[in-house]
Nanobody, 124 residues
Framework: QVQLVESGGRLVQAGGSLRLSCSSS????????ISWFRQAPGKERTFIAA????????YYPDSMKGRFTISRDSAKNTVFLQIANLSPEDTAVYYC?????????????????WGQGTQVTVSS
C-alpha cells in the first residue's frame, strides 16, 4: 500500500503558474508510477500526466501536452505537477494516484491508490 498527500493548491490569477506536490512518507512510494488527475465540479475526473517509478519516463495524453509538466524527486518522495498559463478552466480538485506500471493510454482511469486532492482555483 501507499499513502499519498497532495499539496500546493490555492487561488491564483489567470496567466499565472502553479506547482502541485504529491508526497508520501512510506518507502513503497519509490516503487510506484504516479499520475495526476483533476476533477472540476460536475465533470468527470480527467487524466493529466504520469511518471514512472524511476522518474525517467513520462506520459501525457495529447489533450494535456503543453502546459503541464510532471517531475519526480525520489530523494524527497515527491512528484510534482507544474501548470503554466493557468486559466479559469483549470479550476478543479487535483489528485495524485499510484500504480505499479506507467500508464500509456489517454483513457487511463487510475490505479488503486488515491490522495485526498488539493483545490486549485483560478480567477479571471
Amino acid at each position: 500500500q501507499v499513502q499519498l498527500v497532495e499539496s500546493g493548491g490555492r487561488l491564483v490569477q489567470a496567466g499565472g503558474s502553479l506547482r502541485l506536490s504529491c508526497s508520501s512518507s512510506g518507502r513503497s512510494f519509490i516503487r510506484y508510477a504516479i499520475s495526476w488527475f483533476r476533477q472540476a465540479p460536475g465533470k468527470e475526473r480527467t487524466f493529466i500526466a504520469a511518471i514512472d517509478a524511476s522518474g525517467e519516463s513520462t506520459y501525457y495524453p495529447d489533450s494535456m501536452k503543453g502546459r503541464f509538466t510532471i517531475s519526480r524527486d525520489s530523494a524527497k518522495n515527491t512528484v510534482f505537477l507544474q501548470i503554466a498559463n493557468l486559466s479559469p478552466e483549470d479550476t478543479a480538485v487535483y489528485y495524485c494516484n499510484a500504480d505499479p506500471q506507467l500508464p500509456k493510454a489517454s483513457d487511463y482511469l487510475g490505479g488503486n491508490y488515491w490522495g485526498q486532492g488539493t483545490q486549485v482555483t483560478v480567477s479571471s
